[in-house]
């Protein structure tokens, strides 16, 4: 009697834990690959071919939708917050003025999709699904997009301002701000977004002349790619002038970028930092650039890992947020 009680107990004690167990990995993804199976059976197709058409229009287009998907995550989560007109818009502080874009693009492969199911899709989701094909259609992997998402009712500046991250900081600032996302150091190197894409002269120009004080450009960066850049980016010059984040291959999603870094042509700070720091992390992401210099199938993969993670942050489901019907602006 004894026996078969403390083993009732210790049953139930399983089904007890196995149960919070599914219901705690319920809360952890609580997105699906087939959200919209009964009620948009179209959507991939659809974003996709409105993605290939934008890119077609513009080759750039594909770095300017990926990068939407990423700074609309990083503030409040997933939720087409980065999309919100109005002067408390995300679109208006430092990191996204005169920098983000893509939102007409967005506003257009919304409005295809309505047409063929009004009403049932977020643009969060559009937007994760949009980085998937911008990237696919760069040359890069493709993965399994998780749906479900739904849109924010408010634009978040200050999040905007103390949480993405900015060209000029150091490895353990930008590791801290992944961190407070819940991403870890692996994904700041996995996320090697820059491969394709541009970059202001604002963003990196604190580089060429006069860098931290030294009178000198950043010696660390290739001398040639210093000199083509003070070219470029003359003191005192047009800020917003651009050029290509992989000097290699401006437009094609590949493992080059990670070779930049190597050879000390990272065109960012924060590029460069990933493989040559005073920073700890260092040990870490420097081993990772060398790996995925060498093995362009496993930053593939780990990229295709680390999207899915950013994603996941903090999405909203259920009930809670909206549909929007208007990127811009809340219902
Ligand atoms: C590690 C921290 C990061 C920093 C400090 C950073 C910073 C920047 C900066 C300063 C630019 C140029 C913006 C301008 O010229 O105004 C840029 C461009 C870009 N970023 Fe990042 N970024 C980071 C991570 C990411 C991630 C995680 C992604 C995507 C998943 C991403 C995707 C892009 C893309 C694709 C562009 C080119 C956009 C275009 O050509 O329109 N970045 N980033
Ligand atoms: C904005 O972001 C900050 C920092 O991420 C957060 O603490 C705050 O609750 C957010 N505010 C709103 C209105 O969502
Ligand atoms: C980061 O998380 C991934 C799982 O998503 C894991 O494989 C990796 O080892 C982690 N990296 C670090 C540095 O903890
Ligand atoms: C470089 O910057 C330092 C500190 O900001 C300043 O004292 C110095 O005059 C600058 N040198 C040049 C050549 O501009
Ligand atoms: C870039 O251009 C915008 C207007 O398009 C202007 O307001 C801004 O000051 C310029 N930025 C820089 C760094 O020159
Ligand atoms: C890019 O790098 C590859 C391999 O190192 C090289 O063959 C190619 O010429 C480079 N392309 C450009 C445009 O620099
Ligand atoms: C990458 O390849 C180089 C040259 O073959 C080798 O020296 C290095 O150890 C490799 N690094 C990693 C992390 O795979």
């Known amino acids: 009697m004894k026996m078969w009680n403390s083993f009732l107990s210790r049953s139930l004690l399983i089904i007890a834990s196995l149960i919070l167990l599914c219901s705690s990995v319920r809360v952890r993804s609580q997105l699906t690959t087939d959200f919209y199976h009964n009620s948009c059976p179209n959507l991939l197709k659809i974003v996709h071919q409105e993605v290939k058409t934008a890119i077609e229009n513009e080759v750039r287009m594909a770095a300017s939708l990926l990068r ?22 995300e679109k208006f502080v430092g990191p996204n003025l005169n920098s983000a874009r893509g939102f007409d693009v967005v506003d257009t ?13 977020s643009y969060a989701d559009i937007l994760a699904i949009v980085a998937k094909d911008a990237v696919l259609l760069s040359g890069g992997p493709s993965w399994k ?26 490895l353990n600032q930008i590791i801290t701000k992944f961190n407070n996302v819940g991403l870890n150091t692996t994904d700041v190197v996995s996320v090697g977004s820059h491969t394709i894409g541009l970059a202001r002269c604002t963003t990196f120009n604190q580089r060429l002349f006069n860098f931290s004080g030294t009178g000198s450009s950043d010696v660390t960066m290739n001398t040639e790619m210093v000199t083509d850049l003070q070219n470029l980016c003359p003191q005192n010059g047009d800020g917003n002038k651009t050029t290509s984040l992989d000097q290699n291959s401006t437009d094609l999603f590949d493992n080059h970028y990670f070779k930049n870094l190597i050879n000390g042509k990272g065109l960012l700070f924060s590029d460069h930092t990933l493989y040559s720091s005073d920073d700890e ?51």
Request: glycine share 10%; net charge negative.
């Open 68 to 89: 939407l998907h990423f700074y609309d995550c990083f503030v409040n989560g997933c939720d087409a917050s980065v999309l919100l007109d109005g002067s408390d818009g």
């Open 109 to 121: 492969i919304k409005s295809v999709v309505e047409s063929s199911c009004s009403g049932v899709v």
């Open 145 to 170: 997009v998780l749906l479900g998402r739904r849109d924010g009712l408010v634009a978040n500046q200050t999040g905007a301002n103390d949480g993405l991250p900015a060209p000029s900081e150091s």
């Open 281 to 331: 992390a260092v040990s870490t992401t420097k081993m990772l650039v060398e790996s995925y210099t060498n093995d362009s199938s496993l930053f593939f993969k780990g990229f295709a890992n680390s999207m899915i993670k950013v994603g996941n942050i903090s999405p909203l489901t259920g009930s809670v947020g909206e549909i929007r019907k208007n990127c811009r602006v809340v219902n």
